[in-house]
């Protein structure tokens, strides 16, 4: 089984402040991973698909890359309403899907 | 919009079975997309349960595939998890999703449920 790890598990931060957060799968993935952001009481929302592809209508300052074991997602500016918790998640081999462990993301 | 909404019951026994229903609207379960389930133990991460493919094929996580299954009713667009042999480890947040896919680009969950919170206790 594929394992996934995040780093780092929690952050806390100022807002306009670049967060980088990463995902590190136990074995290639090639580029078989996304990223979803949840917020309490919610459904986790897709932002980035294929490791580095925006969903509509998710705002610019959110981006992703990498591939391989080795992806990192970025918030380029932090706003107020960036305050969730942030999946990664593996496709490969399908149809098996995995989730990494969440990153919490705060305002200092 | 595609629009996805679980229901079933909030408490379940232990040793029982928990019979959850995801209603879609918006898209047809018939038109060739995956759509699964996936859950949340309180304060923890996720865990996906396991999809099924419009033609009927249904894919399970290998550490649940023992105690679950999926099943599909296209009359009423809308499919089913059943999960048995709860314990309290069980409790968590249910969530139904579809999964979405673009050619080259892979697959990805793209429309959730809001999500039903299911406590396995005595």
């Known amino acids: 089984d594929i394992q996934m790890t995040q780093s780092p598990s929690s952050l806390s931060t100022s807002v306009g402040d670049r967060v980088t957060i990463t995902c590190q799968a136990s074995q290639d993935i090639s580029n078989h991973l996304n990223w979803y952001q949840q917020k309490p009481g919610k459904a986790p929302k897709l932002l980035i698909y294929?490791?580095?592809n925006l969903e509509t209508g998710v705002p610019s300052r959110f981006s992703g890359s990498g591939s391989g074991t080795d992806f990192t997602f970025t918030i380029s500016s932090l706003q107020p309403e960036d305050i969730a918790t942030y999946y990664c998640q593996q496709y490969d081999p399908l149809p098996l899907f995995t989730f990494g462990p969440g990153t919490k993301v705060d305002i200092k | 919009q595609v629009q996805l909404q679980e229901s079933g019951p909030g408490l379940v026994k232990p040793s029982e079975t928990l019979s959850l229903t995801c209603a879609v609207s918006?898209?047809?379960?018939?038109?060739?997309?995956?759509w699964g389930w996936i859950r949340q133990p309180p304060g923890k991460g996720l865990e996906w349960i396991g999809s099924f493919y419009h033609s009927g094929t249904t894919y399970y996580n290998p550490s649940l595939k023992s105690r679950v299954t999926i099943s599909v009713d296209t009359s009423k667009n809308q499919f089913s998890l059943k999960l048995r042999s709860l314990t309290a480890a069980d409790t968590a947040v249910y969530y139904c999703?579809?999964?979405?896919?673009?050619f080259g680009l892979g697959y990805y969950f793209d429309y959730w449920g809001q999500g039903i919170l299911v406590t396995v206790s005595s």
């Open positions: 294929h490791a580095s």
């Open positions: 918006g898209d047809s379960i018939s038109d060739g997309h995956y």
């Open positions: 999703a579809r999964h979405g896919y673009t």
